[in-house]
């Protein structure tokens, strides 16, 4: 399956764009995701657990299963005001 | 909309909130000078902004269940920013202060902790950082 993943921010600046679309083995997590990603990125492997992140807008747990054309992306922490 | 690239209009933004309720709220963040001792000369911000519209209306959503008799407004600048420009702004309005003051603390606080959106504060050397609020409570 295929999810469009965005990056702002610090993890747009880490992995050098601000989105893409990956193919993901069926029913795979958030968690996988970030798995796959930290492989890559080297300010993602210094985190000790998953960021906050989100699926089509909301936010989400680690363990949410993906869907075929989820909008997913993991927020650096957030800082409005 | 939440969001704007425009410098926020405090003064439409005030006539705009129901003027008749008897008590009208108004927080204003604006641009800071330094930050954990570093000089800013200024700021951009930064939106996931669909999620952070979203966010938002949950926001109120949320807000209008606690507190049944207030109306809220919110704006949040994003882009580049200067010292003293306002980067965010609350109105709560109610019949009594006591409810104004309450909603209004509760949205910035609830903006502050979910709403994407991201801030770089650059520096007289021209160097630059994204603000991170969590550093040292991890």
Same mark, same amino acid.
């Given at each position: ?21 990956? #193919?993901?083995?069926?029913?795979s997590? /958030? /968690?996988?995701?970030? @798995? ?26 680690p363990? @949410?299963? /993906?869907? #075929?054309?989820?909008?997913?992306a993991? /927020? ?6 | 909309?939440?969001? *704007? ?10 006539? &705009? ?11 204003? !963040? ?9 000089? *800013? ?11 952070? =519209?979203? =966010?938002?209306? %949950? ?5 209008s %269940? ?8 919110? %704006? $949040? ?6 010292? !003293? ?5 609350v109105?709560? *309005?109610?019949? $009594? ?15 502050k *902790? ?6 770089? &504060?650059? $520096?007289?050397? !021209? ?8 550093? !040292?409570?991890?």
């Amino acid at each position: 399956m295929r999810v469009r993943v965005l990056y702002f921010a610090s993890f747009r600046e880490a992995i050098g764009r601000d989105e893409e679309e990956r #193919e993901l083995p069926n029913r795979s997590s /958030l /968690l996988d995701l970030w @798995t796959v990603l930290s492989r890559e990125v080297p300010l993602f492997a210094g985190f000790p657990s998953v960021p906050p992140a989100a699926v089509n807008r909301e936010h989400a747990n680690p363990d @949410t299963p /993906l869907r #075929e054309g989820d909008e997913v992306a993991f /927020l650096p922490p957030v800082a409005g005001g | 909309m939440f969001l *704007t690239d425009s410098p926020i209009d405090l003064a439409s933004l005030l006539l &705009e909130a129901r003027s008749s309720d008897g008590a009208l709220c108004l927080f204003v !963040g604006v641009v800071r000078d330094q930050n954990e001792g570093r000089v *800013t000369t200024s700021l951009r911000y930064e939106a996931y902004e669909e999620m952070a =519209e979203e =966010e938002i209306e %949950r926001i109120v959503e949320r807000l209008s %269940r606690d507190f049944p008799s207030v109306h809220l407004m919110l %704006r $949040h600048r994003v882009g580049r920013l200067s010292v !003293g420009e306002a980067s965010v702004a609350v109105v709560a *309005t109610s019949p $009594h202060r006591a409810e104004a003051f309450a909603a209004c603390r509760a949205a910035i606080d609830r903006i502050k *902790t979910t709403v994407p959106i991201w801030k770089k &504060e650059f $520096h007289p050397d !021209g160097s630059s950082d994204w603000v991170d609020p969590t550093r !040292g409570v991890r």
